[in-house]
C-alpha cells in the first residue's frame, strides 16, 4: 500500500490569516497544520502578560476556526507535557509523527525567526519551502529596488512613494488634505480637556479564560495584568472593534 503524502504546515503566532501564503494550493485531506506555543517564544524578552494572553488566545481561536474550514490542525499548547519548548524542537516531533513529504511554511516576521526556517531543511532532510508572506503592501524586493537607489534610508520617503503606488489615503494624486502627515502636530502634548471614547469591550469566553489562568500562573515573574484583556481574539470580533474603532473613535479626534 503507498502511503499518502503528507505536506506538513507550521503557522506561528502573527501568521493567523485564514488565507495564509502557505495554505494556498495544499490539500486539507492531505495536509496536517502544526500551531504551537513554545517556551523559547514567550520567554526570549519578558514580555508583558496581556500581550502572551492575548497571542496565545488569538492562536487558539484561529485554531477552531481552520478547523472549522476544513483543516487538520495539531495544536501543543504551552502546559502540554510533551511540549519540546521551541519551534524547531515541535517541528522535530510532528516530523517523527507523520514523516511528511515536505514542509511549506510562510516567511517569518523576523530576522532570527527567519533563519530558523532556513535551517530546516538541512536538519529534518525534507525539502522545506518557504513562501512570501504577501499579506503586506510592499514586498522586500520593493524596498530593496527603491534603497538601492539612495545613499540615505528615511522612511518617510518610502512610505509617500507607497501611498503613490496604492492610491491610499490620496484624492487625485495628492494626499488627503493636502498634507502627508500630522506628525508635528502629534508631538504636542494632548489638551487637558480631551475625551477619547471608550473602546468596544467583551467578556472573555472559555479559551481566553483558560489561557488567563495559564499565563497567571506561569508568567507570574513578567509585568502586567492578564485579566484585563477585553478584546476580541478572533476575526469576527476584531473586524467588529476595527470598524467601530474607524466610525466612533477616529471621528472623534479629527
Not at 21 to 43: F, G, K, Q, W
Not at 239 to 246: D, N, P, Q, R
Request: hydrophobic share 40%; glycine share 6%.
Amino acid at each position: 500500500m503507498t502511503r499518502k503524502k503528507t505536506t506538513l504546515v507550521p503557522i506561528l503566532g502573527d501568521q493567523l490569516t485564514i488565507d495564509l501564503a502557505s495554505l494556498r494550493d495544499c490539500d486539507p485531506a492531505t495536509t496536517i497544520v502544526l500551531m504551537m506555543e513554545v517556551d523559547e517564544e514567550t520567554t526570549y524578552v519578558r514580555h508583558h502578560k496581556r500581550k502572551i494572553a492575548y497571542i496565545l488566545s488569538a492562536m487558539r481561536h484561529h485554531a477552531e476556526a481552520l478547523r472549522e474550514a476544513g483543516w487538520s490542525v495539531e495544536y501543543t499548547q504551552l502546559d502540554d507535557p510533551d511540549n519540546a519548548g521551541s519551534f524547531t524542537g515541535e517541528i522535530a516531533r510532528a516530523v517523527e509523527r507523520h514523516d511528511p513529504e515536505r514542509i511549506v511554511v510562510t516567511e517569518g516576521g523576523e530576522w532570527r525567526v527567519m533563519a530558523m526556517l532556513e535551517s530546516w531543511e538541512t536538519l529534518f532532510g525534507i525539502p522545506v519551502e518557504i513562501r512570501s508572506d504577501d499579506r503586506f503592501l510592499a514586498s522586500h524586493a520593493d524596498f530593496e529596488t527603491w534603497a538601492a537607489e539612495r545613499k540615505s534610508l528615511t522612511m518617510e520617503w518610502f512610505y509617500r512613494q507607497m501611498r503613490t503606488r496604492t492610491g491610499l489615503l490620496m484624492t487625485a494624486g495628492k494626499p488627503e488634505g493636502d498634507r502627508w502627515n500630522f506628525d508635528k502636530e502629534n508631538r504636542k502634548p494632548a489638551k487637558n480637556d480631551l475625551l477619547m471614547p471608550r473602546p468596544l469591550v467583551f467578556k472573555p469566553d472559555a479559551i481566553t479564560q483558560g489561557v488567563l489562568a495559564l499565563v497567571a500562573e506561569r508568567f507570574a515573574d513578567h509585568p502586567g495584568e492578564p485579566r484585563r484583556v477585553r478584546i476580541r481574539r478572533d476575526r469576527q470580533g476584531c473586524g467588529a472593534a476595527g470598524g467601530e474603532f474607524l466610525q466612533a473613535r477616529a471621528r472623534a479626534v479629527r
